[in-house]
């Protein structure tokens, strides 16, 4: 449950929750485009079920498009669909690694201040500190 909470705010922080929202706002306009134009697309339902095959790139071939609306529809969808499975991962791949530097820094800096005051550590700080470097040492 954590993962997703973290993977929520980093959409919402990025920006690119509403991005991800307004693609599916527009497979909900698409889906009842697609109801009222393809004579194969009874049901706004089924409109849904082929924005979403579209847009992933699936292509089942169990519902398409034989207007000309409807495949402009189509094409419309599908390369929203491909921006969208490229850009989302992108983001959170991008926002998790700064993430990982600025944890790493505040690490680094932490380790530079306990070195900072080594005459002041206690027995048990300087254990601490032994252990974290040989701990350091062996993954490098």
């Known amino acids: 449950m954590k993962a997703w909470k973290r993977s929520y705010d980093v959409l919402k922080r990025t920006g690119t929750l ?38 992933t790139t699936i292509g089942f071939g169990d519902i398409y498009a034989v207007t000309r609306g409807g495949r402009i529809v189509t094409v419309l969808v599908a390369a929203y669909g491909i921006l969208m499975t490229a850009m989302v991962p992108g983001v959170v791949v991008s926002y998790y690694m700064e993430y990982l530097k600025a944890r790493e820094k505040e690490t680094i ?32």
């Open 18 to 55: 509403k991005i991800f929202l307004s693609f599916l706002m527009f497979l909900c306009l698409a889906a009842a485009v697609l109801a009222v134009l393809e004579p194969g697309i009874h049901t706004w339902g089924d409109g849904l079920w082929y924005c979403f095959v579209a847009s």
């Open 109 to 140: 800096s932490v380790f530079f201040e306990k070195l900072e005051r080594l005459p002041e550590l206690s027995e048990e700080e300087l254990r601490q500190l032994s252990r974290k470097i040989k701990e350091f040492n062996h993954k490098g």
